[in-house]
């Protein structure tokens, strides 16, 4: 352990420079003005939460959470998601408020990372949480206001690919008996590496049709009518209920105009463990990683003895972003550099045309050091110097 | 150490909810776009940062700090101000712009607390550091910028009390010669406890003339004109330096002609160490914390190889919005309530409304529990259900 230089940041860490920041905010507020539009209320929670109720709910891998230890030695986390403080929320200060309950949220969270892959270790999210609601509509509407708050940042190719954590459930332990040896093969999924899902089904102890109807899952991708297929792999009731809700759901995104955006994909393994029912991934196409992701969580807040269903979607806004790419939209500002005598003159100036709505940068000559440096930084500069009126640009 | 209860945060921590999100939110949209118009650039900085670094020149008391290790070993710290990261980002990414360089931000920020007295632990801060410019131009900027963002969005009653803190330094090392014994007063100014500096300045051994003379300094809280008797009170460069400043500074501010918002407190004494200059607080009249604080910081950008000027200030926006009072804006939404089979109708009228900027609940039936209790949370209400039109309200 050597002492960080004084530039360096924790690893994971970043700056948001004004060009990005602009940016950002941009897409930030248009999209909250869409959470909005659909009825979502937002809120705000601490950063800090204790491991031992919001931590734990949260489902992230221990070694993902930033620990620490307040005075009284409880273990405080730094929130890695906002479903599970939200669901504290909701069983708390929201009690007295009736269900169905819409929530949006637009904030920070922290997973650790340990190398500098450059992965973020903070990253913001924008996103809404549906509690006490637990039809296909309620299902479909977090699907669709995540599609319409994509479409209005200006998002145009993207897809949204859906599956169902029951389905693979019930598949898998149909199959291959019990929870230890579903886990190994929903990592394999989780990961997204199917080659090391093959082999690894190749090398278990099952019948050949066994294999076979695990192998098909890998199938079970593309759009909507696969769901077929999909029947013939299942045989328990867990499983024809989750493609029974599958089809419901298509119904209602069908309703909503929005199954062009969508897919199937019954191989979508989430990453957090509270989701019940049907899950989702949206994908740019020029982006490998999933910008938003979001489900079916019926059993979390009864952990805050709240018992209710609940839906919600989160977007990682640093990727929206990435795949929307910078527009070069530049405030433009105007300079006014001033000598002590015209100073008065100057400020009058400036409030002006800020009263009209215009950024102005005001600037005592004296406080610059180079002026023809400085100046290079402003396409429209007022100087107000000497006696004389105002100076030539 | 008991287990926390699943509903319990962290001691100083907050939820935010709907009605005082929206009413931060806008006082929050609206102090940003105050400082766009005075030509600053929004920047983020990671919640996160080492306590070698940014930890330690925060200038935080370390039992303030929320400290923990990474897997290297090395301490990081949540923030405790913007000050400090901004001159890191200053010295580092930012390194090539020209100064002076207009910086503004808006996050949360971190202080431990220690008991349950109410005081927050994250609140956020909106703020702007002006780097490069060493002239009383500057300071005066940042006051009036800070007058100028408070006005907007609606305080009226509010008052700055202006500072040196090099002319309390000047004073106090000329009376009680060294540091230690400095600080032990400076404790006194800074805690607001006069009856404990008056105590303490009788319990020293010290001439009359020197006791009086700080007394005297309990005195110079008041209008400008205050700045007579202070020159009275102190012989050395130092002093005279501070207050020659401190005219400077008047002067620009009746430029900006907001001398009215502006009183002169020479015993303000600041929280972070690392002011050298002018210093100021501001106060609304309902209020008895400071809602906004600020100063000049000289010496600051020259622990991250910068060596620069700066001067800068940051509001509380949880106080700001205590001081100006919830305003019940309430956004106007409309619930539709539909069955299944006018499910289509119902999202249409939904998409239609919120096209025209309307907030729009869309509400299966079938999702609600207690529609009696459910419709109550809405003004207008319209009912999608059976074969015909609209349903009555």
New interface residues.
């Given amino acids: 352990?050597s002492?960080?230089?004084?530039?360096?940041?924790?690893?994971g860490?970043?700056?948001?420079?004004?060009q990005l920041?602009?940016a950002k905010?941009q897409i930030r507020q248009e999209m909250k003005a869409e959470l909005?539009?659909?009825?979502y209320?937002?809120?705000?929670?601490?950063?800090?939460?204790?491991y031992?109720?919001v931590g734990v709910a949260s489902a992230i891998l221990d070694q993902q959470l930033?620990?620490?230890l307040?005075?009284?030695?409880?273990t405080?986390v730094?929130r890695p998601d906002m479903t599970a403080p939200i669901a504290?929320?909701a069983?708390?200060?929201?009690k007295d408020?009736?269900?169905?309950l819409?929530?949006a949220y637009d904030t920070?969270v922290?997973r650790?990372q340990?190398d500098e892959g450059g992965r973020p270790?903070?990253f913001e999210q924008i996103g809404i949480e549906l509690i006490?609601?637990?039809?296909s509509?309620?299902d479909a509407?977090v699907i669709a206001l995540m599609i319409a708050s994509m479409k209005k940042v200006g998002l145009t190719h993207f897809k949204i690919a859906i599956g169902h954590v029951g389905y693979v459930n019930a598949l898998l332990i149909d199959i291959v008996g019990n929870e230890e040896r579903a886990n190994t093969l929903r990592r394999f999924l989780y990961e997204k590496n199917y080659v090391g899902f093959r082999q690894h089904v190749k090398s278990l102890s099952l019948s050949s049709i066994d294999k076979n109807r695990l192998l098909q899952l890998l199938n079970l991708r593309g759009d909507f009518s696969k769901l077929e297929e999909a029947k013939e792999l299942v045989s328990n009731g867990e499983g024809k209920k989750a493609l029974c809700e599958l089809e419901k759901l298509w119904e209602?995104l069908d309703?909503?105009g929005i199954t062009d955006f969508v897919k199937l994909d019954l191989n979508l393994v989430m990453h957090m463990s509270y989701y019940t029912g049907p899950v989702f991934e949206a994908y740019s196409d020029n982006l490998g990683t999933p910008i938003a992701s979001g489900g079916r969580y019926d059993e979390l807040l009864q952990?805050?003895?709240r018992p209710a269903p609940a839906t919600g979607f989160g977007i990682r806004l640093d990727l929206l972003v990435q795949a929307i790419g910078i527009k070069a939209k530049q405030?433009q500002?105007t300079?006014i550099i001033y000598s002590n005598e015209r100073?008065?003159d100057a400020?009058e100036l400036a409030q002006q045309k800020?009263q009209a709505?215009?950024?102005?940068?005001?600037?005592?000559l004296?406080?610059?050091?180079?002026v023809d440096?400085?100046s290079?930084?402003y396409e429209d500069i007022i100087y107000c110097i000497g006696k004389n009126g105002k100076g030539d640009n």
């Fill in positions: 352990m002492k960080p230089f004084m530039f360096e940041k924790p690893i860490m970043r700056d948001t420079l004004p920041y602009e905010n909005k539009l659909w009825g209320q937002s809120i705000e929670t601490p950063t800090l939460e204790y031992e109720t930033f620990k620490l307040d005075q009284r030695g409880n405080l730094l504290r929320l069983a708390s200060s929201l408020v009736s269900v169905p819409r929530l920070n922290f650790a340990h270790a903070e006490g609601d637990e039809t509509s309620a509407e209602v309703c909503y952990k805050f003895n405030t500002v300079c100073r008065k400020i800020r709505g215009l950024s102005v940068i005001l600037q005592d004296s406080g610059v050091k180079d440096q400085f290079q930084g």
